[in-house]
T-cell receptor, first 110, second 117 residues
């Protein structure tokens, strides 16, 4: 079983749609949680950290459920520029390295 | 400010040859990470350093792979001899010291796309 699991997609949505991605992680000792974004043939970049109380950054909302070991990302009012692969990422306690999910591909269509 | 710098950006080599990938982290960052990305396995950690010292090399596939960090501004990842299954994008990333806030954020370089024929 992979440590971080995501639906690979692709999710094809029209502009303006709301789309949600989910992710589960297997290590209950995981300490920090993130969503990274990766454009085609580019490097991953931090989109947002995920906090226990949930957090929002503009059109993006992230949620964490530690009991279920589940992380989500909601994108409202999708833009063409949101088309990318979204990587669910965790960091385990005592370790600085990140563990990446395989990513969920989003394609926003006009 | 310059981000993480990697060279070369593309490398095509033949099986059996030695390959050396290079990375310059962001100035002031004391963590450096090497990751590999393939379609089959996704993005996976190979090794990471703190203050030039290797901390975790459990992701290094086998003895053909070696990594060094001779100083705070330079690291290499060497594959000798290379094999076709080593074909991947190799990313270097760096992050701030523990004493700073938001130390979890890792900044990735543009990657080296390696093809072994």
């Amino acid at each position: 079983r992979k440590e971080v699991e995501q639906d690979p997609g692709p999710f094809n949505v029209p502009e303006g749609a709301t789309v949600a991605f989910n992710c589960t992680y297997s290590n209950s000792a995981s300490q920090s949680f993130f969503w990274y974004r990766q454009d085609c043939r580019k490097e991953p970049k931090l989109l947002m950290s995920v906090y226990s109380s949930g957090n929002e950054d503009g059109r993006f909302t992230a949620q964490l459920n530690r009991a279920s070991q589940y992380i989500s990302l909601l994108i409202r009012d999708s833009k063409l520029s949101d088309s990318a692969t979204y990587l669910c990422v965790v960091r385990d306690t005592g370790r600085r390295a990140l563990t990446f999910g395989s990513g969920t591909r989003l394609q926003v269509q006009p | 400010d310059a981000g993480v710098i990697q060279s070369p950006r593309h490398e095509v080599t033949e099986m059996g040859q030695e390959v050396t990938l290079r990375c310059k982290p962001i100035s002031g960052h004391d963590y450096l990470f090497w990751y590999r990305q393939t379609m089959m396995r996704g993005l996976e950690l190979l090794i990471y350093f703190n203050n030039n010292v290797p901390i975790d090399d459990s992701g290094m596939p086998e003895d053909r792979f070696s990594a060094k960090m001779p100083n705070a501004s330079f690291s290499t990842l060497k594959i000798q001899p290379s094999e076709p299954r080593d074909s991947a994008v190799y990313f270097c990333a760096s992050s701030l010291p523990d004493s700073y806030p938001s130390t979890d954020t890792q900044y990735f370089g543009p990657g080296t796309r390696l093809t072994v024929l």
